[in-house]
């Protein structure tokens, strides 16, 4: 019951806080609860089965760390479906600091991604993009609080929803889209 008002609640915020027009419904939603370490499975699922473009945007990703760990299997699984063709586009927190570990974990991720293809951009940096959210296919989004770090996926207690609504994941990639458009570089020219 409970894990049903909570998923309830995420949408209803979803659907009629993120457009700056009037809410408009988007019918029905299927909604998974995804808490905790749960995020991992379904993430890496939906990036595997990728047919078209995915999108992730997340305050703070940190791999480079072991091909083992769940981050860095995140990002080989983006890797790999920008190599079977996959549209892939990462967007990450550019921090204030650019001392700050945040900032070097962001990079470096960033890095990686790179390397293997992978479209990264940065938000403006006078506005902080705080968002953990993927959009697969125009189909599936998963919003929520895990950060794409170990603590955010193996040790804090996080919750989101992973919800199948083409209108849902359109809304939100509208957005992601706008917050690219507003932040304007790809990774290796905004930073070196």
């Known amino acids: 019951m409970g ?3 909570i998923g309830s609640l995420l949408v ?10 009037r809410a408009q419904s988007c019918g029905d939603a299927s909604v998974e609860v995804l808490e905790d370490e749960k995020l991992v499975g379904s993430l890496l699922s939906l990036i595997q089965g990728a047919k078209k473009e995915i999108w992730i945007a997340t305050y703070h990703f940190k791999a480079g760390i ?3 760990t769940a981050q860095d299997r995140i990002v080989q699984e983006l890797i790999g ?3 079977r063709g996959v549209g892939v586009f990462v967007l990450l927190e550019k921090p204030e600091d650019p001392l700050s ?4 974990d962001n990079l470096k991720t960033a890095r990686l991604l790179e390397r293997g293809g992978v479209e990264v951009l940065w ?4 506005r902080r993009s705080h968002m953990k959210v993927a959009v697969v296919d125009g189909r599936w989004t998963i919003v929520g ?6 603590g955010g996926l193996r040790e804090n207690h996080e919750l989101s929803v992973k919800i199948d609504s083409p209108c849902v994941a359109n809304k939100v990639l509208a957005y992601l889209k706008r917050v690219a458009r507003e932040g304007g ?3 290796s020219r905004s930073r070196n």
């Open 3 to 5: 894990k049903g008002i």
């Open 12 to 21: 209803v915020f979803l659907l009629f806080g993120i457009s700056e027009s």
């Open 66 to 68: 072991h091909p083992r």
């Open 81 to 83: 479906a920008k190599k």
């Open 101 to 104: 570990e945040q900032a070097r």
């Open 123 to 126: 938000d403006r940096p006078d």
């Open 145 to 150: 609080s895990h950060n794409l770090t170990k």
């Open 185 to 187: 570089t790809p990774s």
